[in-house]
């Protein structure tokens, strides 16, 4: 069988026509990517850089050094371009000791497990696995050493779905306690309908939970912009996944309705946020995850997941993915500490993300989708952003 294979091209209420799978297209060195060096790693390897842009404007550039987005610079509504994800300039940015210590993990591809995992350890087939506790008493985005920090293979291309950079690497059996040697890859595709598709692959010898995300922070007004207390969002879930204390899903399945959870219409982001509510103590703020409105028959494939819509640059970012649910963080725990590449600091919420992925804890919460992959299955998930101005 294959894991989460997505069956349909389509974004259901979306009408988002998705690049074709890499494996059908495949990728071949081209002079649309330019790269050059981005960095150096404390151990002498060579981080490089790719960018690559599309027909209208639309220009990114990715680094090898943890699959990071570096930059995302799309037009607003007069056609002005600006860059509308946190990040910096240079590697020695992701390697300071400041950013170390806190870890946002901006523009990062996230495994093996991306999100928390209970008391950092879970039991499968009736071994107990234990994994770092990097967040209080939990594990969180694969552990000390995640796919975050992983120095991925690179390989540019140019086809007929668009242009790009498919990265691979190779998770050693028992790295960060997780079982199996796993084999990833994953290829970002811009596209000239201005989609970015995420798709994201893995096999492993061993059976081993699994659950990759990318972790960019957004600021549509532009990165250094910011609050993005005013961004209006729309999330597609009736329900949502509450939290203990420590982050962890109880295991209850909550209605939205009712609650400062409710997104279902477009909402701006900071009007209920500071609200009486004991999940946004928790949080403090968003930092949680919302079970996706899937139509029946529909798993696999592409839903809308969000829309957010920036009222002064009028940019729109819409999010459709395979996944069951989206982790929408408001990026409660920037401080100011860390400055960005517009020279001006990261301070509390000038950054939203939103991270598609199975649920949190799901190795522990029998109730929730599996995320096990067995020896001779397919992990396959994807996940499109489409940007556009009012």
């Known amino acids: 069988m294959k894991w989460m294979i997505a069956s349909a091209p389509w974004v259901l209420a979306a009408a988002i026509s998705g690049p074709a799978l890499a494996a059908d ?60 994800v946190l990040g910096f300039d240079s590697l020695d940015g ?14 990062a591809l996230i495994g093996r497990y991306g999100n928390r995992i209970a008391g950092g350890e879970f039991t499968l087939d009736g071994k107990t696995y234990t ?32 242009t790009g950079v498919i990265l691979s ?34 096999t492993t010898t061993k059976a081993t939970p699994v659950n990759l995300t990318q972790h960019s922070y957004f600021n549509l007004e532009g990165e250094g912009s910011g609050s993005i207390l005013d961004h209006r969002l729309m999330i597609n879930a009736d329900a949502f996944t509450p939290v203990d204390k420590t982050l962890i899903p109880t295991g209850e399945i909550r209605p939205v309705k009712g609650t400062p959870f409710d997104f279902r219409e477009a909402t701006a982001i900071g009007k209920r946020i500071n609200d009486d509510n004991t999940q946004l103590e928790y949080g403090p703020g968003y930092d949680h995850n919302f079970v996706l409105n899937r139509p029946d028959g529909s798993d696999g494939e592409l839903v809308l997941a969000a829309r957010v819509t920036e009222p002064d640059s009028g940019r729109i970012l819409e999010i459709a993915t395979t996944e069951p649910g989206i982790q929408f963080y408001s990026g409660n725990f920037l401080d100011g500490t860390l400055t960005g590449k517009s020279g001006r600091a990261y301070g509390r919420r000038n950054g939203f993300a939103l991270e598609s992925q199975h649920f949190p804890d ?26 556009s101005a009012r």
Do not use: C
Request: proline content about 6%; charged content about 20%.
């Open 25 to 84: 297209n495949p990728a071949s060195m081209t002079d649309a990517v330019k790269t050059s060096v981005f960095g150096t790693l404390p151990d002498g390897r060579e981080a490089r850089l790719y960018r690559f842009s599309n027909a209208h404007g639309v220009e990114m550039a990715v680094t090898n050094y943890g699959g990071i987005i570096v930059s995302l610079r799309t037009p607003d509504s007069d056609g002005d371009v600006d860059d509308i």
């Open 94 to 107: 992701y390697l300071s000791r400041a950013y170390q210590t806190s870890n946002p993990y901006f523009g």
């Open 131 to 162: 994994l770092a506790k990097n967040n209080g008493p939990n594990h969180l985005h694969g552990g000390n050493k995640g796919f975050n920090q992983v120095l991925w293979d690179a390989k540019p291309f140019s086809n007929d779905t668009g």
């Open 169 to 202: 690497y190779t998770s050693a059996d028992g790295e960060e306690g997780y079982p199996g040697k796993m084999d990833v890859t994953v290829t970002y595709t811009l596209s000239d309908q201005d989609t970015l598709s995420v798709e994201y692959n893995a």
């Open 362 to 387: 799901s190795p522990n919460q029998k109730d929730f989708p599996s995320t096990i992959l067995e020896p001779g299955d397919t992990y396959h998930t994807r996940t499109v952003y489409t940007f």
